[in-house]
């Protein structure tokens, strides 16, 4: 059974800086790619960025591109998403999930597990 478990949300002021995790278990970790999505209130579920097994590719949104940076730990089981310069428009809900392959997508369908979500607050 797979289990994605994010934490490190909350409220922050525009400029500032969170780094969220997400802890897997219940999958051979390292085989597959890892994405964080996001939804604003009201709105479809949006990608944000993604990242192969290995960790050598990335993809990010453009609103995204340059202010984050997703990486992973294979020994730890762990992925995490550094979020910098943040702004009020960052705000929603952050998922985590696991691809169906090792290869990063930027399309919601091709991710299979998700987390419960983790809030994310900017305030301006």
């Known amino acids: 059974q797979v289990q994605l478990v994010e934490s490190g949300g909350g409220l922050v002021q525009a400029g500032g800086s969170l780094r969220l995790s997400c802890a897997a278990s219940g999958r051979t970790f390292s085989s597959y790619a890892m994405g964080w999505f996001r939804q604003h209130p009201g709105k479809e579920r949006e990608f944000v960025a993604a990242i192969s097994g290995s960790g050598y590719t990335t993809y990010y949104a453009d609103s995204v591109k340059g202010r984050f940076t997703i990486s992973r730990d294979n020994a730890k089981n762990t992925v995490y998403l550094q979020m910098n310069r943040l702004k009020p428009e960052d705000t929603a809900v952050y998922y985590c999930?696991?691809?169906?392959?090792?290869?990063?997508?930027?399309?919601?369908?091709?991710?299979?597990?998700w987390g419960q979500g983790t809030q994310v607050t900017v305030s301006s």
């Open positions: 999930t696991t691809g169906r392959r090792t290869v990063p997508t930027r399309i919601r369908g091709d991710y299979d597990y």
